[in-house]
Nanobody
Framework: QVQLVESGGGLVQAGGSLRLSCAAS????????MGWFRQAPGKERDFVAR????????NYAGSLKGRFTISRDNAKNTVYLQMNSLKPEDTAVYYC?????????????????WGQGTQVTVSS
């Protein structure tokens, strides 16, 4: 079992930055890949980014690459999402998720554990 707790969300003006954190517990952190997803009201949960077990490989949603950066610190059991140049359309609840498989996937249904989410609101 894995427990995930996100933090770092909040209200920010367009053009600003936020860094989300996701603290993991319950299983060896380096044994699973980590992903970030987001869900806006009335919309599906969308893939944002993924990082491999070691942190050596990252994947991003095409539209977000260059503004968002995923990283992890296995010594601290934490994954991060640095978000820069935020836009109002980035407003959503952001979730971190753990994937026990090594095959890269952007499908939220493939992830095994989820956090409760953190709200990010970007004002224009």
């Amino acid at each position: 079992q894995v427990q995930l707790v996100e933090s770092g969300g909040g209200l920010v003006q367009a053009g600003g930055s936020l860094r989300l954190s996701c603290a993991a517990s319950g299983r060896t952190f380096s044994s699973y890949a980590m992903g970030w997803f987001r869900q806006a009201p009335g919309k599906e949960r969308d893939f944002v980014a993924r990082i491999s077990r070691s942190g050596g490989t990252t994947n991003y949603a095409g539209s977000l690459k260059g503004r968002f950066t995923i990283s992890r610190d296995n010594a601290k059991n934490t994954v991060y999402l640095q978000m820069n140049s935020l836009k109002p359309e980035d407003t959503a609840v952001y979730y971190c998720a753990a994937d026990l498989e090594v095959v890269v996937t952007t499908n939220p249904g493939a992830y095994d554990y989820w956090g409760q989410g953190t709200q990010v609101t970007v004002s224009s």
